[in-house]
């Protein structure tokens, strides 16, 4: 019988160093030890502001209270993504979170769409959508928990800064034990038989020996790939953006947004010649990125072209950020679990990031080792987390593959060879409207369905049992559209909701 993980050390205190710590103290309640080790001089990545709804259940699962978290970070509520001049230029489309209405058939709504839209009758697919209903309209409530009311189609996710969630996590980390320990890890120590990582030498002096050691040491990858040699599979090929500016701005009303339109509760992807541009609202500010390929743009254009494009007075110069879209060959090698930036980056467009460090933690806690480390256990992580990338990765091109604009980036992009599993899941749409999915899939058949009738992949036929259906559904999405707007329209706005519901402190009783 082997003993079991009594000492854990984490390297690295970005996101994924206190969503990490916070998540151990929580489940590992005896007989363990955490310590994490940051560098101040060396500081984190500092962005990572958007997010998708499972978020929520790694905050509950921590008990924090929803309303403090969001007045603790600053944040705001999100429901889902619109992204501007994707297909091509002029044209928007929402990938909202929840659903488009609800089955009312053995065939998929969409279909019924498709049917409606090739006769000239259908709105925009944005239309049947409560998410966009509401998002559109500057409107914010939880949805309602009745499946019977409209107001149940929908789900949300969050904005928040980055910074300040780490801080509130490192407050709850620390509470529940977990040692901080500030300094720069100057070598990595291999144990000579097993080559398993014995300790960690800080530049001052101080060693951390450990059991099992996570690795979030960012971009770096200090112990994964500079210690244990674990290789880096590069996907630029297939996402060639490699850089990003980031600048936060004013958010004040102003000339530039027209009232109500500065607070939005949805991020906005709007595609630039050389990649694309994120607007994040917050409360006290509103981040704003260029994502571009270095390949086809300059970074003194994209800085024009993202300072030219702010809503408000820019609140301090454009940080540059490089990186490798792509993943690590193994996430969990010997005894070092790499978890956050260390463990790959597939560049933020869907906001994916901070769900990858919150899966790599589920993982790890379904998996949790004992000191021998079999070596089944970590096959199956790493078979797990391969499988989330790839589906990811695969998401994030149709994006980019399926556009028809004209710039030198783009052109490429629609010209790639695509994985052959992105190629299937695209032609079974194209021919009959069929969201194919394969294995666990982080984004299901609405996210896809939102994409590839955005970027403009309109089935050529619908599914063929609705000739064999006697039910009208271009009467019921009249309807359905209809009771969207209605129910919209009684939301409060998301200023409101946010002032008047979230940030009001809780009265003491
Ligand atoms: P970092 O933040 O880089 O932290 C690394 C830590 O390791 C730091 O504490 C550092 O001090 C420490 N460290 C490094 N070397 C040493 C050493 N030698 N000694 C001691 N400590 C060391 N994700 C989303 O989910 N949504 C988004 O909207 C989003 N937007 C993004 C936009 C951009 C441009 C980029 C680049 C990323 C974005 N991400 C987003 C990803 C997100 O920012 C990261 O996943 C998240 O911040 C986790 O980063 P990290 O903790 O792994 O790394």
């Not at 500092?46 to 921590?62: C, S, W």
């Not at 107001?151 to 800064?161: E, G, K, N, Q, V």
């Not at 998401?395 to 710039?407: M, S, V």
């Not at 190629?423 to 021919?431: D, L, V």
């Amino acid at each position: 019988m082997t003993s079991p993980v009594k000492k854990i050390v984490i390297v690295g205190g970005g996101s994924a160093g206190w969503m990490t710590a916070a998540a151990l103290s929580n489940a590992l309640q005896t007989n363990c030890q955490i310590t994490l080790i940051e560098s101040e001089d060396i500081g984190t990545v500092g962005v990572g502001e958007a997010t998708i709804p499972p978020i929520k259940l790694f905050n509950e699962t921590l008990g924090l209270d929803e309303s403090e978290f969001i007045r603790r970070t600053q944040g705001s509520f999100k429901l889902g993504i619109q992204f501007v001049d994707w297909a091509e230029k002029g044209r928007s489309y929402f990938h909202p979170f929840g659903s488009y209405g609800r089955p009312f058939d053995l065939v998929h709504v969409h279909h019924y769409w498709q049917q409606a839209n090739a006769r000239g009758e259908a709105r925009a697919l944005d239309e049947y959508s409560m998410a966009w209903a509401a998002a559109s309209r500057g409107r914010f409530a939880p949805p309602s928990p009745d499946p019977r009311n409209v107001l149940s189609t929908y789900d949300y996710a969050y904005h928040f800064d980055a910074g300040l969630y780490a801080a509130y996590l490192r407050e709850y980390a620390q509470k529940r034990g977990v040692i901080h320990v500030e300094g720069k890890v100057s070598h990595v120590a291999l144990n000579p038989e097993t080559g398993f990582v014995g300790a960690v030498h800080l530049s001052n002096g101080q060693v951390f020996d450990g059991d099992l050691f996570i690795d979030c040491s960012g971009f770096r990858a200090l112990l994964i790939g500079e210690a244990l040699k674990v290789g880096y599979e590069d996907w630029t090929h297939w996402l060639p953006c490699d850089r990003a500016l980031a600048v936060p701005c004013d958010n004040a009303p102003s000339s530039r947004v027209a009232l109500g339109q500065n607070f939005t509760p949805y991020t906005r992807a709007t595609a630039r010649a050389g990649g694309w541009q994120w607007r994040i609202p917050l409360q006290h500010r509103t981040g704003n990125g260029y994502v571009y390929s270095s390949a086809h743009i300059t970074d003194d254009d994209a800085a024009d072209t993202l300072m030219n494009n702010l809503d408000g007075a820019a609140l301090a110069e454009p940080r540059l950020l490089r990186f490798k879209t792509g993943r690590r060959k193994t996430f969990w090698e010997k005894n070092v679990v790499a978890i956050g930036l260390s463990s790959g980056f597939m560049e933020p467009l869907e906001s994916t990031s901070l769900h990858l460090i919150q899966a790599g933690i589920a993982k790890l806690l379904a998996f949790f080792p004992d000191g021998g480390f079999d070596p089944l256990v970590t096959a199956e992580y790493n078979r797990i987390a391969v499988n989330e990338c790839e589906r990811i990765r695969d998401f994030l091109i149709l994006h980019y593959h399926l556009n028809r604009r004209d710039e030198a980036l783009w052109r490429d992009c629609a010209a790639m060879q695509i994985p052959d599993s992105l190629h299937t899941k695209i032609e079974h749409f194209r021919r009959f409207g069929r969201l194919i999915q394969r294995d666990a899939e982080l984004f299901g058949p609405t996210s896809w369905l939102a994409v590839h009738v955005g970027q403009l992949n309109i089935p050529q036929n619908p599914d063929p049992l609705i000739h064999h259906r006697r039910v009208d559904g271009g009467d019921w999405l009249g309807k359905l559209s209809a009771a969207m707007s209605a129910a919209a329209v009684r939301l409060p706005s998301h200023r409101d909701y946010v002032d008047t519901r979230v940030r009001v402190a809780p009265v003491a009783v």
